[in-house]
């Protein structure tokens, strides 16, 4: 259980539910992981390069794994405090993952249509490589809430395939201002 959620004491939270859940996390007596190599990858992916659209990339990935993951832990647990823990991350990711995919049109909207594409393309080599080291490191959590592997990858793709529709420029009529 304690991988369950790797927030290091005493970091700030980025938001009140995460306070929530380390203080269900410290209420329950699990212990909270120090260190997350997937955590660590993730940082040094999203600030390695000082650009916009490489920081927004691994962001939108991972937060649309974490929809599904939480919604694995909010199925496994009997804990109603838990479960309305995990039905609010649930509900503050929409918006985040919405808006993501918005400031990735905007970065996105002058590519040329092979570019795209070839960025499409890198984005999705990318995506498999998080699917499969977030399920490598965290199966137990998408298990318990009754993902198999099979279920956990197609959720994964059909959301993220979401986000990348919500990422295509043609999908919005842009200003002169832009």
């Known amino acids: 259980m304690a991988r369950l959620f790797p927030r290091k004491r005493g970091a700030v939270p980025a938001h009140p539910v995460a306070s929530r859940r380390g203080n269900f996390l410290d209420l329950a007596g699990v212990g909270r992981v120090s260190a997350d190599w997937g955590?660590?990858?993730?940082?040094?992916?999203?600030?390695?390069i000082p650009n916009m659209e490489?920081?927004?990339?691994?962001?939108v990935m991972v937060e649309t794994l974490a929809m599904i993951y939480y919604n694995a832990i909010r199925r496994a647990t009997s804990s109603r405090v838990l479960q309305a823990i995990c039905k609010q991350i649930l509900e503050d990711?929409?918006?985040?993952?919405?808006f993501?995919?918005?400031?990735?049109?905007?970065?996105?909207r002058h590519r040329s249509r092979p570019w795209y594409q070839l960025t499409l393309l890198a984005q999705r080599v990318f995506f498999l490589v998080i699917v499969l080291l977030v399920w490598m490191g965290h199966r137990q959590a998408p298990r318990a809430g009754g993902y198999n592997w099979n279920h956990y990858?197609?959720?994964?793709?059909?959301k993220m395939g979401a986000a990348w529709r919500r990422m295509d420029p043609r999908r919005y009529t842009w200003s002169s201002s832009y």
């Open 93 to 98: 990711e929409v918006p985040h993952v919405r």
């Open 100 to 108: 993501q995919c918005e400031r990735m049109a905007i970065l996105l």
């Open 39 to 48: 955590d660590s990858l993730f940082r040094v992916a999203r600030y390695c």
């Open 153 to 158: 990858r197609s959720a994964a793709w059909a």
């Open 54 to 59: 490489v920081w927004t990339t691994p962001v």
